[in-house]
């Protein structure tokens, strides 16, 4: 079973994800600045999200480069992750349209934990049907970014009850990690 | 006549469909939790839809692996599929707005109905141009788990008639019946 | 350069044309069939115009199977074509919420027009650049299906003033004319 | 690293930006012609947004069509530009729904703007990774429609505060001076 027809259907549902969520940004009837100020929190809830939804489309992509093979674990692996995905736009609406109150704030977290999570399951179908002396396995197994994304996900929930603008910190710092670009597999493929 | 486009469509398609149902769950104006209340139906009917249409593209891929030429049949009876899953997003928002009352749900089994035996007839297309004697015919002639779909779903209107959620436990469990990774192809390709 | 792209391109917007249609079915309040009732127009529209854009995906696939190269000008009249495609979300919603009134009806067949001189103007600026001894040369170059298209819109649309029914048959006449599969290009490449 | 992926990401991305932008064209419930004239600006902007975003996917082909690799700020530079054109679907309905007025006119300048740098930002990155040496450093070095578009953008900003339509001519202008096929990269090609 060759990974060319999840590629695609993958790349197709997250250029789909990344690209609604704009659609939430309706245009205002006034054409002054100021009918602009009430989108300005459903921009930046729209930035993030984009920028982690082209994350997981980055690191898919990457982790694919070393795939050789896929079966019916990974395809329901992959299908998780996108359902994860998906919901995106949703929380991402919610946080916007409430500038950032805590119970979107904390939703937002639980569906990156989620995404994070299937991403993990989707790792760990692929680490097994490769084998552990496959590239891929050398290449992923010191994930250390995936770890400590899944930890700060894992305890920026909770900390929204103190505020949820500290939450919403981690979140960010996490986003602005992945874009520095992803060497390890790059590396491992070199050597 | 070569399948990758028939695959590149049928994969946008699906993508698409798959994910503008996340698009009836509208983020709610108040961010308490209650506000959320009303969703729940919409959700479980979106995650009920998107397990339904990624199994379409599941089994899709899988017989589109054995597939080696499509004609003008073929052609006409995937696009009749892509027809019959392009109406499943209008029936989970109906389904779910209305909290899964009797009709809305009939109207989801007419359509799950149709689904399977546009795909069905997809497979003898494509079974009529490999020959009897094909991996293909060989890996799908024995589609019980197609078969038991179509007749669960025969079965699931009438039985609205009694109480909706009947059906909604009958359409689940076909579901969840699917979510196995499809063995069948795979066995006979690896003989 | 290669028609790869190209043809990634326009499967991508012709998946996203035909199946963002459908949003306009919008899941009425109530559960009772005759809450569907409004919906049926809305629904004729949308299943013609499925057919009317799976049908230029059709044949777009089928004439692309026979394409060798691509240039700027095939590149722009693909545009324009996809342009015109565009347009028929619009003029379905439109056409399905006044009931196939006549002005609906009219523009309904100024874009299929459109479509169809768009599609014409892809076709020559294919065979300009392949030569007049091509292999897609002689595959269209007795499009007999095209000119009748074109020719039967372009009276439909006057017609719309004796009766719009008049033309939504000639419409729907055209597209059951286009269901029966292409022939044409199958024949000149088995020969 | 291989360019096939990004190429369908991008394209996925851009068919979707290109296609959702006709959703703001909604229905209006007459059917009369005059119903159709607030719409006039809409179309308009739609058509030039159109327009727009074909001539980038254009570009964007026709420069990976001599790439050859990727590295991880080719990745990031692509991200850039896809999210700057993934705003043009708003900025095309402001400018639609006020009429040409001067804020959206110049919000609308602005993305522009932001697109041509990113696209900028995009090819010095693959020249980086390819070497001065390479076609694609040769293809597009004297990047004159390129550095033209951008100045013009720089400068109809401004020149809104005196009329929006100077603006908008200016817009248009850039868009028609792309409109015609760019030779500059077959050019290098063919020698």
Redesign the interface.
Known sequence: ??KS?????S??????????M????????????RDLNELVPKFLSY?FS?IVV?IY??NH??M??TVQKV???V??AN?LL??CL??Q??VT??M???HF????VILMGIVLLLSAISYTLLTFALIRLHGSDSVLKKAIERDRKGKISTFAYFIAIPLAFIHPYISCGIYATVAIMW?V???RI?NVLDN
Request: net charge negative; glycine share 8%; no cysteine.
């Open positions: 079973m060759n027809r999840i590629e695609a259907f790349d197709g549902v997250i250029a789909i994800i990344v690209t609604i704009v659609l939430e940004l309706r245009a205002p009837h006034g054409s002054e600045w930035l984009f082209w489309w980055n992509h990457h694919f480069q079966n019916g674990k395809l329901l299908g996108l359902f998906s919901l736009p949703f609406a919610w916007g349209e409430n109150a805590r119970n979107p874009l670009p992803d060497k790059e």
